[in-house]
């Protein structure tokens, strides 16, 4: 990762960058963070810059592209670099499984009739049907730890089902043999389940089955479970309550404490809302240098603080803050990340001898497959995992918890940008409302999306007696459709309406991500091969300037 290239060279790294000017003798860039953009300018170069997709040509001067013909562009390769934690060999994770994605929840279901359309928003902004959001985690039998298990020869939660099945078969022999311990396994006990096993499994994976009996202890130590808290003005991220939920379960599971490490300033009126979400350690950072986002100055201070304690898991939402500050600090401190997770398991590998693994679940290679990594070689396991994907526990303000200060010291040094300009959401959007009507690039044009997307919202809000909020795809906020604040995603808001209507959206994974939550999606495109359609519940195909003017009137 870039982040990780940037901890090697100890350079300032901005990602997500969307434009670039040179101005007043310095670079100023624009890049996306959480719910909004920002204008940064570098204090030192060179300086690491990561460029969000581009989707719009740039027209170049015939001179302009005879002089690039020119210019000598310098590479730098991995033996450049030199690079001792990147790549394969440097790697401090691995893939254990990988396998197809499953199907989608969502119901697809393609209407060819407006007035069709019309009757299925009314029944589905009601509410009421089964919850068609994709949850990373369903329900799954909590882990226990082997020394708190009933059976001592019971290894039912092994990474992979073929381990699991070995492991029901031996038990089951051991039962038939009337071995109790695992010290009565001599050599002619091993013969007879050998016998019994047939082909299932030969003598040398019986002994390191046997070994494996030994272990019940987590392989990463009686570490806390960490999440990096991200904030905003006194305001916790929604991702972050998401995250001390997974992290509740899953330190239970390791009989330990959730801890949430928090870097920034004044701090202290978070933690009570922190606790009741499920945390029982608020580790808190603060100093005036850390009162906005700087990604080497958090990383400085949050890597600070995993040296002293040594969580055993360390969570990170996959907002762009947590892309950014994640593979800084797992450089630092030397452990394995695993980015944009959809589920977070604890697992054994019992014949290698590791207990109460985090086995982390991610899609790969464009979503077409989905890969199981564990982390080896490290002192933590850590993990960024997408907005959406894990429930948030049900607040209990009767919970108490403990506040410790951990101090860091920080200089200028250590902060890397100059924060010129922030752009959030706000102005009076209301994401929370229980409809909402995306416009994407498909609307073409300002005139069209204030036009068309108005229309509908006003026709929606007359029928449904509801208030209906206007959103937009990243790429109609880039082309000046409608201020930043409407953008919803991953790279914008996450929401969870009970009906999201996007029209002219392609269907990106960022932005699919961010209205996982949606009790109902809709769509109407133009494209009936938008990747959108896949991933909705229902959808028209038209043009867009033909079919909202006929929704509308099929509404009234």
């Known amino acids: 990762m870039p982040p990780q290239i940037a901890e090697e060279l100890s350079l300032p790294c901005i990602a997500y960058a969307t434009k670039a000017e040179f101005k007043n003798g310095r670079f100023e860039l624009t890049r996306i963070i959480s719910g909004g953009s920002q204008v940064v300018a570098p204090k030192k170069l060179p300086v690491i810059i990561t460029v969000a997709k581009y989707e ?64 299925m928003i009314i029944e589905s902004s009601k509410g009421g049907d089964d919850k068609t959001a994709q949850k990373g985690d369903g329900q799954k039998r909590k882990y226990v730890l082997p020394a708190k298990r009933a059976n001592k020869f019971d290894r039912s939660f092994e990474g ?14 051991l039962k038939q043999l009337g071995i109790k311990d695992v010290t009565q396994i001599d050599d002619a006990a091993q013969e007879r389940i050998v016998a019994a096993a047939g082909e299932r499994f ?64 004044q701090l202290e009126p978070m933690a009570k809302e922190l606790i009741a979400a499920g945390a029982d350690n608020i580790y808190i950072i603060e100093d005036k240098l850390l009162r906005v986002f700087d990604p080497t100055a958090h990383r400085k201070a949050i890597a600070d603080a995993i040296n002293a304690y040594w969580p055993q898991i360390v969570l990170y939402a996959a907002t762009p803050q947590g892309r950014m500050l994640a593979p800084m600090v797992s450089y630092r401190v030397g452990c394995g990340l695993t980015a944009d997770c959809t589920g977070l398991d604890i697992r054994d590998s019992s014949r290698k001898g590791d207990i109460g693994l985090l086995l982390q679940t991610r899609p790969a290679l464009g979503g077409n497959v989905m890969a199981t990594i564990r982390t080896k070689s490290s002192r933590s396991q850590m993990a960024t995992a997408r907005p959406g994907v894990m429930k948030r526990l049900p607040p209990d303000y009767s919970k108490t918890g403990k506040v410790i ?102 269907g990106a994974i960022q932005h699919m991500i961010g209205v996982a939550n949606t009790e109902t999606i809709v769509a109407i495109n133009s494209d009936p091969s938008a990747p959108i359609f896949k991933q909705c519940d229902y959808y028209f195909v038209g043009a867009i300037e033909d079919t909202i003017p006929s929704l509308v009137q099929a509404l009234e």
């Not at 197809?100 to 393609?110: A, F, L, V, W």
């Not at 699991?164 to 038990?171: C, F, H, I, V």
């Not at 906020?477 to 953008?487: K, L, M, N, P, Y």
């Open 405 to 506: 200060r951990h101090k860091v010291e920080l200089s200028q040094n250590d902060v890397s940008l100059e924060i010129i300009k922030t752009e959030t959401a706000g102005g009076g959007v209301n994401f929370n409302a229980d409809v909402i009507v995306s416009g994407g690039k498909g609307m073409q044009s300002r005139d069209n999306y204030d036009r068309l997307v108005g229309a509908l919202c006003q026709a929606l809000s007359r029928k449904l007696q509801t208030q209906v909020e206007r959103g937009a795809s990243r790429a109609a906020v880039e082309q000046g459709f409608i201020e930043r604040a409407h953008q919803v995603g991953q790279t914008g808001t996450s929401i969870g309406p009970k009906l999201y209507v996007a029209l002219g959206i392609s």
């Open 56 to 119: 719009y040509p740039l027209f170049a001067t015939f001179a302009a592209t005879r002089r690039a013909g020119k210019v000598q562009v310098i590479r730098w390769g991995a033996a450049d670099i030199n690079a001792v934690h990147i790549g394969v060999t440097g790697s401090k994770t691995s893939v254990i499984r990988v396998f197809p994605p499953g199907k989608t929840s969502r119901k697809c279901r393609q209407l060819h009739d407006v007035k069709d359309l019309a009757a």
């Open 202 to 265: 030969h003598k040398k994976a019986l002994e390191d089955m046997i070994e494996g009996f030994k272990f019940t202890e987590p392989t990463f130590k009686k570490g806390e479970v960490w999440v990096v808290a991200e904030h905003k003005d006194g305001a916790v991220h929604p991702a972050t309550f998401e995250l001390v939920g997974k992290a509740r379960e899953l330190a239970d599971s390791l009989a330990t404490k959730v801890g949430v490490v928090a870097a920034g300033y």
């Open 160 to 173: 992979t089902e073929k381990e699991n099945e070995d492991y029901r078969l031996l038990a089951d022999t």
